[in-house]
């Protein structure tokens, strides 16, 4: 091929990919010739009306199309970002609670909330064990005090994980040299030395965590009553508060995933026992060896300690193993299991990271309305008791 058929063929592969995208010839008219890439053509060769695009190798003279004006009678629809739950519902099927719930805030730190659910006759203390990781505990105990909380109640949560993730979750400082539940375990300091007001939910407290209680477990080996230290600096507390003003109402305490000595102290200082349960197999597996070590707990230590509250996490709906979980529990715990379940949420894994509960974080999402209703469920539980408690004074 001679320089004229070489010239020949580039001018007709530049007329034929003009346009279309094809690095073609830079030009000191147009330096950047070839970076453009219209729509594809239609089988006859020619380019649907109105969707013509102009690349940047553009014949001169050509002039661009004129961009057609959006009609002012219809404006565009805002873009909502949806939060990608596992099982997602139409808001219409909300129950009515969880609408009124949603459109709620939270009172701020300087407000008073006023009580709609109804209080205790005596102070509830449920542990929130389960010595399954990855449940859930942590987050369950943190929300649903939260929730609590948020309604008027006067709520207490105790940290006794070594990784003090609720109380990163409650806004807390638990580095070492905070005080923390440690000094009132092994050091046996009181218990309202430690405890500190949440700063982004009212009537929430906390005693946290720091990493010494790491080694704790190994310091009450050789201590006398080591079962016994959190029932007995619990109890101590609760009394002083009442006698100074109004007494805590719930008060939770988050285990470790463990059955050691700072889970066995939970359980000695507890009335109920509270239990998520991941929809899961091994979830199941591990209840069964909870239960066992809850029978040793009130054969040796603590006859009052019983199952109150089994709540579902992580459900997702779309799965056939979720709904078998969940129907397994219920056959052998038909009056422990509450009615609500817990969706993965994404809203629900990022309000740690911000220092806050999913309550405060998003309460319209789907896992703050969940425990929401959790919540409420646990605290209608007690009007039957307060009720009977009332007749029979009467």
Known sequence: MNAA??????????????????????????????????????RDGTVPPGSEAVSRETPAG???????????????????QAEHDADA???????????????????SSG??????????????????ANQKGGVGKTTTCVNVAAAMAAEGLRVLVID????????????????????????????????????QPCPTVPNLWCAPATIDL??????????????????RALTAYLARAAEAGPSMDYVLIDCPPSLG?????????????????????????????LLTNVELVRSHLNPDLRVSTILLTMYDGRTRLSAQVADEVRT??????????????????????????VITYDPSSSGALSYIEAAGEIAERARPRVQAEQEAMS
């Not at 050509?62 to 909502?80: C, D, F, H, K, Y």
């Not at 790491?214 to 029932?231: D, F, I, K, P, Q």
């Not at 102290?265 to 899961?280: H, R």
């Open 332 to 357: 052998h715990f038909p009056s422990e299991v509450l009615r609500t379940t817990v969706p993965r949420s994404v809203r629900i894994s990022e309000a740690p990271s911000h220092g806050q509960t």
């Open 5 to 42: 058929q070489m010239s020949s063929s580039t001018t007709a592969t530049d007329v034929r990919w003009s346009g279309r995208g094809w690095p073609g010839e830079a030009t000191p008219e147009c330096p950047t010739a070839g970076l453009g890439w219209p729509p594809a053509p239609a």
């Open 214 to 231: 790491a080694g704790a477990e190994l310091e009450l080996v050789s201590m006398v009553a080591r079962e016994t230290r959190l029932h």
């Open 160 to 195: 006794i994980d070594p990784q003090g993730n609720a109380s990163t979750a409650l806004g807390l400082e638990h580095h070492t040299g905070v005080p923390s539940v440690y000094d009132v375990v092994v050091g046996g300091a009181p218990l309202e030395r430690v405890v």
């Open 62 to 80: 050509r002039q661009p199309p004129e961009p057609v004006a959006a009609p002012l009678s219809e404006p565009a629809a805002p873009v909502v």
């Open 261 to 289: 000595l700072l889970t066995v102290n939970a359980f000695v200082a507890a009335a109920e026992l509270f239990i998520p349960i991941q929809c899961e197999y091994y979830a199941l597996e591990g209840l069964s060896q």
């Open 111 to 128: 407000a008073a909330a006023a009580v709609t659910w109804p209080r205790p006759a005596a102070t509830r203390i449920l542990t929130v």
């Open 89 to 107: 519902v139409p808001r219409e099927t909300v129950p009515r609670r969880l609408q009124e719930a949603s459109s709620r805030r939270p009172p």
